[in-house]
């Protein structure tokens, strides 16, 4: 057993402090009761030096620890404060053993982290012909539910039944518990149906069990059954109410909830309810109201900041969430693992490298070096700020590392269009015997994906399921399909989404979509878009993506219809944004910004970029700009794309031969990847750039995309 895994040594102890006792003449007889009441009073403050001390003064008087009584108050006392070991080496001693006792031991193991051990200790006094009791039950069902012991607990189950005590509210309350951490909340749910009789703890119960296991509607369902029978919420109906709408993004029914529990305590004052609507306003996208809550909090601890600095992070504010972090880091607030993977996926939303590097340097010097997970989310942040060998560099210092590890590192390789490194990659993963699962295998079909490696993708596919046992899945099928797409074989994409046994998602459409796109097929693209319509009528992306394919072919009047759609569903168009990173600030630039305050120098170094461009012979692209307007301003329109100026400001602002790493929030049109291309050549930098779709390394004249993006 895990709890007496160190007995020798716990005797050890004991006879030394017995012996200190032996040479002490002063020390008082005790009476069995009176060591029965210090027991019961050391037991209620949980002082376990003192009870070790007394535990050796019985061992010098030798007859109290004779008395079965006093033994097991002993014990119990050990189990009470979490020493399993010496509550087990005293339980050995213990001649004629009563149900008490063994009570109190199988609560100390399935209290105490031993699930196993309280399951096997429950067995062997069954064994003994010792039955179970309402007291025994609810540790033992507790042990089952955390040691996920389902064919255990069904049998337990069916002994509480045969004894008669499934009526009992302690025991159903138990077993409504055990099945929800099973999952099994069918089940969960037939015990709560039978219950005569059910206290708050039972409907709290039902209500946590359906949030944690995925299901907040019926959470909800059973909040308001709740308010039918006229039941008072408490602090865990609350919390698990909170959580259900959050889930939801019901921000009616959430305002609803913070209503109540102002009503009830005049304030949130409780930490748990304050970061639970922390988390429901930011997942509502109601981050204001977050803020309002977190700001007034009179005390914040770490769950407090994660909630808000993840809200921002969510909502597409890495700016505050970086913010808030120096605040935190100020405060002296303590950092976890979860503020650190929260973090790195701000700087990699913007290619914040300096800063990521900042928070590299600050994690390691507060432990957080070895985590696995802190490590995979390191791999994704230098990949995605552009620095793949800096990636690279850690992903082979690890010394741990999972299969979530290895996805990552793939990922980054795709991303960059380095195919034939990540299938590299993952054939070292099965060199150091590790089978592939879903994730890895859809790293590296996106990767065939984003170089072009058909005939490599579609041999990957194949073997999923006759080698690795794993069924394609939604995300598989949508690489595929992307896969195709890209390399122009779109009527194969078609018939491959005909072949899907499940509904194909919108996911896999728009893959189809933008593969009419770069190889114009109007009338595919009208078929993905209007499933695109039917399954996801808010996506504004697809709109535009139909509206730029009708534009390319200059069907004028069907672009307007599409324009028209968005226009009535009252959608927009998120603005062209580009993030550049300068002495660990980062900049930020829109479409014609001219709100920077080196704007003058910005636009004049355009004008100078322009003119060398027109000297080495550019002619601008205008079938990027998307609208009937003159040759002449479709032309203006161009120069002022939000990365031309994310460029201009970098030359400005850094020495020659700086490499340039800059982030576009929507995917670079054909005349900018030109003109960058060109850029790169005479001014003899190298340029990164990251669009929502993949990296682009311009130098010399070229990108590592090959123009196939």
């Given at each position: 057993?895990?709890?007496?895994?160190?007995?020798?040594?716990?005797?050890?102890?004991?006879?030394?402090?017995?012996?200190?006792?032996?040479?002490?003449?002063?020390?008082?007889?005790?009476?069995?009761?009176?060591?029965?009441?210090?027991?019961?009073s050391l037991t209620n403050t949980k002082s376990l030096p003192k009870g070790q001390k007394l535990h050796a003064l019985m061992l010098t008087c030798g007859n109290l620890l004779r008395n079965t009584y006093l033994s097991s108050k002993l014990a119990s006392f050990y189990a009470s404060c979490g020493n399993m070991g010496q509550a087990h080496l005293v339980f050995d001693g213990v001649v004629v053993k009563n149900s008490f006792l063994w009570n109190f031991m199988i609560r100390g193991y399935a209290c105490n982290g031993f699930a196993l051990d309280s399951i096997v200790l429950y067995r062997e006094m069954i064994g003994l012909g010792i039955k179970g009791d309402n007291f025994t039950y609810p540790f033992v069902l507790k042990a089952?539910?955390?040691?996920?012991?389902?064919?255990?607990?069904?049998?337990?189950?069916?002994?509480?039944?045969?004894?008669?005590?499934?009526?009992?509210?302690?025991?159903?309350?138990?077993?409504?518990?055990?099945?929800?951490?099973?999952?099994?909340?069918?089940?969960?749910?037939?015990?709560?149906?039978?219950?005569?009789?059910?206290?708050?703890?039972?409907?709290?119960?039902?209500?946590?069990?359906?949030?944690?296991?995925?299901?907040?509607?019926?959470?909800?369902?059973?909040?308001?059954?709740?308010?039918?029978?006229?039941?008072?919420?408490?602090?865990?109906?609350?919390?698990?109410?909170?959580?259900?709408?959050?889930?939801?993004?019901?921000?009616?029914?959430?305002?609803?909830?913070?209503?109540?529990?102002?009503?009830?305590?005049?304030?949130?004052?409780?930490?748990?309810?304050?970061?639970?609507?922390?988390?429901?306003?930011?997942?509502?996208?109601?981050?204001?109201?977050?803020?309002?809550?977190?700001?007034?909090?009179?005390?914040?601890?770490?769950?407090?900041?994660?909630?808000?600095?993840?809200?921002?992070?969510?909502?597409?504010?890495?700016?505050?969430?970086?913010?808030?972090?120096?605040?935190?880091?100020?405060?002296?607030?303590?950092?976890?693992?979860?503020?650190?993977?929260?973090?790195?996926?701000?700087?990699?939303?913007?290619?914040?490298?300096?800063?990521?590097?900042?928070?590299?340097?600050?994690?390691?010097?507060?432990?957080?070096?070895?985590?696995?997970?802190?490590?995979?989310?390191?791999?994704?942040?230098?990949?995605?700020?552009?620095?793949?060998?800096?990636?690279?560099?850690?992903?082979?210092?690890?010394?741990?590392?999972?299969?979530?590890?290895?996805?990552?590192?793939?990922?980054?390789?795709?991303?960059?269009?380095?195919?034939?490194?990540?299938?590299?990659?993952?054939?070292?993963?099965?060199?150091?015997?590790?089978?592939?699962?879903?994730?890895?295998?859809?790293?590296?079909?996106?990767?065939?994906?984003?170089?072009?490696?058909?005939?490599?993708?579609?041999?990957?596919?194949?073997?999923?399921?006759?080698?690795?046992?794993?069924?394609?899945?939604?995300?598989?099928?949508?690489?595929?399909?992307?896969?195709?797409?890209?390399?122009?074989?779109?009527?194969?994409?078609?018939?491959?989404?005909?072949?899907?046994?499940?509904?194909?998602?919108?996911?896999?459409?728009?893959?189809?979509?933008s593969g009419c796109r770069l190889y114009p097929n109007v009338k595919l693209a009208e078929i993905s878009a209007q499933k695109i319509f039917e399954m996801n009528p808010e996506g504004v992306g697809s709109y535009i993506c139909l509206s730029n394919i009708y534009a390319a072919e200059k069907r004028w009047d069907d672009v307007e219809r599409v324009r028209a759609m968005v226009r009535k569903k009252g959608l927009k168009k998120p603005p062209g944004c580009t993030f550049v990173e300068l002495d660990k600030m980062v900049h930020r630039f829109l479409v014609g910004d001219k709100s920077h305050p080196q704007t003058e120098d910005i636009y004049a170094k355009l004008k100078d970029l322009n003119l060398r461009l027109r000297e080495v012979?550019?002619?601008?692209?205008?079938?990027?700009?998307?609208?009937?307007?003159?040759?002449?301003?479709?032309?203006?329109?161009?120069?002022?794309?939000?990365?031309?100026?994310?460029?201009?400001?970098?030359?400005?602002?850094?020495?020659?031969?700086?490499?340039?790493?800059?982030?576009?929030?929507?995917?670079?049109?054909?005349?900018?990847?030109?003109?960058?291309?060109?850029?790169?050549?005479?001014?003899?930098?190298?340029?990164?750039?990251?669009?929502?779709?993949?990296?682009?390394?311009?130098?010399?004249?070229?990108?590592?995309?090959?123009?196939?993006?």
């Open positions: 057993m895990n709890g007496t895994t160190n007995i020798k040594l716990l005797r050890r102890s004991l006879c030394s402090t017995t012996a200190h006792f032996k040479q002490q003449p002063l020390i008082p007889p005790f009476t069995s009761l009176q060591c029965g009441a210090i027991l019961q089952c539910g955390d040691a996920l012991a389902v064919e255990i607990g069904r049998r337990v189950h069916g002994e509480v039944v045969v004894s008669g005590f499934e009526s009992n509210v302690y025991v159903g309350n138990a077993l409504v518990a055990m099945y929800s951490k099973f999952g099994d909340m069918g089940y969960a749910y037939e015990v709560f149906d039978r219950m005569p009789e059910r206290d708050l703890t039972s409907w709290n119960t039902m209500v946590s069990g359906y949030v944690k296991n995925g299901n907040p509607r019926e959470a909800l369902a059973v909040f308001e059954k709740m308010g039918k029978f006229g039941l008072r919420t408490d602090e865990t109906t609350l919390l698990g109410i909170v959580s259900a709408c959050g889930e939801l993004t019901a921000l009616k029914q959430g305002k609803a909830i913070h209503a109540c529990v102002v009503r009830k305590s005049g304030e949130v004052w409780n930490e748990f309810l304050t970061n639970s609507l922390i988390e429901m306003y930011c997942k509502c996208k109601c981050v204001a109201y977050s803020r309002r809550l977190f700001d007034g909090a009179e005390v914040k601890d770490t769950v407090s900041w994660n909630s808000m600095i993840r809200g921002y992070e969510r909502n597409g504010d890495a700016f505050e969430s970086l913010r808030l972090f120096c605040r935190m880091v100020m405060e002296g607030a303590e950092v976890d693992e979860v503020t650190i993977v929260t973090m790195l996926t701000c700087c990699d939303q913007i290619s914040a490298l300096q800063f990521g590097m900042s928070v590299h340097s600050y994690l390691v010097k507060k432990g957080f070096g070895a985590n696995v997970i802190v490590g995979t989310a390191l791999i994704d942040m230098y990949s995605k700020c552009g620095s793949l060998s800096c990636s690279r560099r850690f992903f082979d210092d690890m010394p741990r590392k999972n299969l979530v590890s290895w996805s990552a590192m793939i990922s980054g390789y795709g991303a960059h269009g380095r195919g034939e490194e990540a299938i590299s990659c993952y054939h070292e993963l099965i060199a150091n015997k590790f089978s592939p699962d879903e994730g890895v295998l859809t790293s590296v079909l996106s990767a065939c994906s984003h170089a072009g490696l058909v005939n490599e993708g579609k041999d990957m596919f194949n073997r999923m399921t006759r080698e690795y046992k794993v069924k394609p899945t939604v995300a598989h099928y949508s690489c595929m399909v992307d896969l195709l797409g890209r390399a122009g074989r779109l009527d194969e994409a078609y018939e491959l989404i005909k072949t899907i046994e499940v509904e194909p998602s919108s996911d896999i459409w728009a893959a189809l979509l012979g550019y002619k601008p692209d205008t079938t990027s700009v998307l609208y009937d307007v003159e040759e002449e301003m479709k032309e203006k329109m161009l120069w002022d794309h939000s990365e031309r100026l994310a460029i201009a400001f970098a030359l400005i602002n850094t020495r020659p031969g700086t490499t340039i790493r800059i982030t576009k929030n929507l995917r670079i049109c054909v005349d900018c990847h030109t003109v960058t291309k060109m850029i790169s050549k005479f001014t003899a930098r190298e340029i990164i750039m990251r669009d929502n779709h993949r990296f682009h390394h311009f130098r010399d004249g070229f990108c590592s995309c090959g123009d196939y993006w």
